[in-house]
């Protein structure tokens, strides 16, 4: 028996194969996509919150998907950077909608009396190790629709592990 | 001998000789087993839309055309290859509401720098990293980057690449571009897109750098 004959025989077989590894694949990846992710996070801008690396977190991805205006101010959230539309990046939702901002408190990357108002449908966001972040200070109000989703838990290691709670106390609303 | 695992079996085996014997049955579930390539099809590949709103006019939904336009959309070149050139036109997700997809034009890539017009703010804009300056084809009906600047290619979903129906404006888009006008029945319309792309030109300085 040659090797072609082999093949032939089997070929229905194997390509049946693929086309199931393939499919079996892809739901993973759109569930991964959609619903919920186990993600590596690495870089120090938000650093007490995230070490720099070798940590898991768990991102939901369905939330930001249905309902965007749900996020909160305080809830970390994964977006598409808006310099790279290759990377993906993680950072602290600091002002909503209509808020005015004060862009940088510290005056290093901009004047300190300089504010904005966050534009409709768009996030103000911020790392949490300020020193070492790149982000809106740099690049400006993120649009909604470039955000992933939002981190729920750390998972790994198992001795830090603990879900993401909101540390936002409102001090007074504006209506 | 019945261990509880052999009568799962029993009722697993049971199930699909169940599911089996009933085509309409069998069909949605291997529907459903095979969805995520189909989805991954629509997700990385093409999709077929139509086209509503006048914001593109007349390369899409002409005065003289009844209803609206389907159209081809192209996510390889967008989601897998990330190519991004003048001229070409785009599906973006609207900025300012995550929920609303936008058609318009790209004009200008990062670097270059756009002439705006009336509603924006600054009259000259260098296009920052990452980012694309996009334009509807009808300057008084559109929501473009003249009123919310430049938009990041993160929010770039898909590419317009064939309009399908209606039939008589069946072609790729951006075909004209690459000859000048024949004599012929749609002359006009076709000098008048090869004016236009002039003017749009006109504005734009590039970016000699890429």
């Known amino acids: ?175 | 001998m019945s261990t509880p695992f052999s009568r799962l079996r029993e009722i697993l085996k049971a199930s699909k000789q169940y599911v089996r014997d009933r085509p309409p049955l069998k069909w949605t579930f291997r529907a459903l087993y095979w969805s995520p390539l189909c989805i991954a099809f629509a997700h990385y590949g093409y999709t077929i839309k139509y086209v509503c709103g006048r914001s593109m006019q007349p390369t899409f939904n002409p005065d003289s055309s009844a209803g609206r336009d389907l159209v081809l959309f192209d996510r390889v070149s967008t989601k897998i290859r990330h190519e991004y050139r003048r001229d070409d036109v785009v599906a973006i997700r609207s900025p300012i509401n995550p929920r609303l997809e936008l058609v318009k034009r790209i004009i200008a890539l990062p670097g270059d720098t756009v002439k705006t017009l009336p509603p924006y703010p600054i009259e000259e804009v260098v296009v920052p990293p990452g980012h694309v300056w996009v334009e509807g084809d009808e300057p008084f009906r559109s929501e473009d980057s003249n009123w919310f600047g430049p938009v990041s290619q993160g929010l770039i979903d898909s590419k317009l690449t064939y309009i399908l129906l209606p039939w008589d404006r069946f072609g790729p888009l951006n075909g004209v571009f690459e000859r000048t006008p024949q004599r012929g029945r749609n002359w006009s319309e076709q000098s008048a897109e090869t004016l236009r792309k002039k003017k749009r030109e006109a504005r734009v300085t590039r970016n000699t750098e890429r």
């Not at chain 1, 004060?102 to 534009?119: R, W």
């Not at chain 1, 998972?155 to 540390?167: E, H, K, T």
């Open chain 1, 1 to 175: 028996m040659t090797w072609r004959s082999a093949f032939t025989r089997h070929a229905g077989k194997y390509t049946v194969t693929a086309f199931k590894l393939t499919n079996f694949a892809f739901a993973i990846h759109f569930f991964a996509e959609y619903v919920a992710a186990i993600e590596y996070p690495s870089g120090p801008s938000m650093l007490p919150t995230i070490s720099a690396e070798g940590e898991l977190v768990l991102d939901n991805k369905l939330v930001c998907r249905l309902f965007p205006e749900r996020l909160q101010r305080g809830d970390i959230v994964t977006f598409v950077s808006p310099l790279d539309p290759q990377r993906v990046i993680c950072k602290r939702i600091l002002g909503l909608p209509g808020d005015t901002i004060c862009v940088d408190p510290t005056g290093e990357k901009a004047p300190s009396t300089e504010h904005v108002i966050v534009p409709a449908g768009h996030f103000w966001v911020g790392g949490d190790n300020a020193a070492w972040s790149r982000d809106s200070r740099d690049y400006g109000p993120i649009p909604m629709a470039l955000v992933k989703g939002r981190l729920v838990a750390k998972i790994w290691p198992l001795r830090s592990a603990a879900v993401f709670r909101n540390p936002s106390t409102p001090i007074s609303y504006t209506p």
